[in-house]
T-cell receptor, first 112, second 113 residues
């Protein structure tokens, strides 16, 4: 089955700086890679996703890159703000079967 | 947009009792739903795939007789934790897909005392 690794487990950055979280996956059949932000005790909130037919996607301060050959994808957050502090999870799925394999999570702390 | 609703949001039960959690797709039909479990400070782990009208598919290591899943209609899947023990205390969350978008329920906190 799919295995998703995520690094780092914790990340602290100064407000205004950029944050990068990286994930690798093992199953070449995976073709959908979402990133979630999760507040304590709440459902994961989709912040951006990418499908395997593109290499990069951007939405304002958030971007995701995908390297299918190397089987890794990354989340980039620019101009970080205190409200970006949360736990972030990457995930991988074959959109045909819909089930997600999650990374281990990154606790991002933005230092004012 | 599509909504997946979960109930209850939190539940406390005594050891040895059973507790049922419901997952509903409110404005679309879902032939497949997924149940995840998340222990504190850990990631979400898929427990099982709930299939409408047929048996659920369980992930390796998940006891099917302990975590009973029923998907009797196109909008409702239920997860019953039987003979609950303190180690079953966790955040349980379901998901369903509509138009290639995955929607999560609000999640259910289970505490077994």
């Amino acid at each position: 089955g799919e295995n998703v690794e995520q690094h780092p487990s914790t990340l602290s950055v100064q407000e205004g700086d950029s944050a990068v979280i990286k994930c690798t996956y093992s199953d070449s059949a995976s073709n959908y890679f979402p990133w979630y932000k999760q507040e304590l005790g709440k459902r994961p909130q989709l912040i951006i996703d990418i499908r395997s037919n593109v290499g990069e996607k951007k939405d304002q301060r958030i971007a995701v890159t995908l390297n299918k050959t190397a089987k890794h994808f990354s989340l980039h957050i620019t101009e970080t703000q205190p409200e970006d502090s949360a736990v972030y999870f990457c995930a991988a799925s074959n959109i045909g079967n819909e089930k997600l394999t999650f990374g281990t999570g990154t606790r991002l702390t933005i230092i004012p | 947009g599509a909504v997946v609703s979960q109930h209850p949001s939190w539940v406390i039960c005594k050891s040895g009792t059973s507790v049922k959690i419901e997952c509903r797709s409110l404005d679309f039909q879902a032939t497949t739903m997924f149940w995840y479990r998340q222990f504190p400070k850990q990631s979400l782990m898929l427990m099982a795939t709930s299939n409408e009208g047929s048996k659920a598919t369980y992930e390796q290591g998940v006891e099917k007789d302990k975590f009973l899943i029923n998907h009797a209609s196109l909008t409702l899947s239920t997860l019953t934790v039987t003979s609950a023990h303190p180690e079953d205390s966790s955040f349980y969350i379901c998901s369903a897909t509509f138009l290639d978008t995955i929607y999560f329920g609000e999640g259910s906190w289970l505490t077994v005392v």
